[in-house]
Each structure stands twice: as C-alpha cells, then as structure tokens.
C-alpha cells in the first residue's frame, strides 16, 4: 500500500496486471476531491473514459452529472472511481481476475481518500467492494456499515439509460447520501 497518491498514481503507470491493458488508450484512474467525504465507485471506464482519461464524461456520466446538479452535489467536490481502470471490450462486465488485479489500486484510494460515505454504483461495485453474496436489487437503496464507512448502493448510471424507472430510486438513493452526510460532518 501507498502513503500518498504521488507513490499510487506512479505505480499504475503502464500497468499490465491483467488482460484489459492490451486495448486501452488510457488508464481511467479516479477524479476529484482526494479528501472526500463522498465517494463513487462504479464498474469500469466506457469509450469516452478510456479516449479522456476520466471516469464517468460518456452518456452515463452526463446522466449522473445532472443529478448531482439538481442535488446540489458538487463533482469537484467528490471522488469518483472504479473497480477496473482500463476499458473492457464492449463494455462488458469486468472478469474476476480483471477486477481482482485492480481492487489493490482502488483499496489503496480509498484509504488515501478516508470517505465517510461510498456510493456503490451497480452490481459489479457492490459485490467487488461488499462481497459475491450481495445483490443489488435486494440491497439497493439500504445503508451497509463496514470498516467504519458507510456504503449506499445504488442503480448505476447506465441501468437508468436502459430503464428510465430507475432513475426516482437512483435520486433518492442519492438524497438519501447526501442527507446522511450532513448528519456525519
């Protein structure tokens, strides 16, 4: 584990853990506040992400950007990241081995950062970060307290653009988030 993201953002550089980095164009490695309170983590880059470089600037990035917006919750001021840094084909979920090269990089932002609160986006985030034995219907919308953080799993962004009911849970679950950050701070 790194002591500061000078050492972590270094170390992932050209990093070919796994079979993901052969098609890359970039490592989508997080972005935001590095001392956030909130916390995103959702499943891996798309094609947008993987040609700028920054995690969730595609369609389902636009769609998260607009709830934060009506929220009042300020990008710049969360910390958003993935399970997996590089671009699978199609998009397709990440493998278990893909997923297990990265989670030391994510474990080790997630330290740096010391969020009080995660937003779990999707089901390839809730299992990787909470465990196989969660899933995210049953679990969506319902705080899990672990190691001291807070963790909210919710829709991710691009389950809404497929199921537009989606999205009143996903602004609640949001809501609901921020609200209880208030009450942490």
């Given amino acids: ?16 853990k796994c079979k993901l980095c052969n098609n890359r164009n970039n490592i989508v490695f997080g972005q935001g506040n590095k001392e956030a309170d909130l916390m995103f983590i ?15 600037v595609g ?46 990089y994510l474990r080790n932002q997630v330290i740096l950062v010391k969020p009080k609160i995660i937003v779990l986006l999707g089901s390839t985030a809730l299992k990787n970060i909470l465990g196989k034995e969660y899933g995210i219907t049953a679990t969506r919308g319902k705080w899990i307290e672990k190691k001291g953080i807070k963790y909210m799993p919710t829709w991710h962004p691009a389950a809404l653009l497929r199921d537009e009911n989606k999205k009143i849970e996903f602004w609640k679950d949001l809501k609901e988030a921020k609200k209880e950050l208030k009450n942490e701070l």
């Fill in 42 to 56: 959702g499943e891996g880059p798309g094609a947008d992400e993987d040609k700028e470089g920054i995690p969730f």
């Fill in 59 to 104: 369609k389902a990035g636009k769609l998260m950007n607009e709830a934060f917006k009506g929220l009042g919750i300020n990008r710049e001021e969360v910390y958003i990241a993935n399970i997996v840094k590089c671009r699978p084909p199609q998009n397709r979920v990440p493998e278990e081995d893909e997923a297990t090269a990265c989670l030391n």
């Fill in 1 to 16: 584990m790194y002591d500061n993201w000078e050492e972590l953002e270094k170390s992932i550089e050209g990093c070919k």
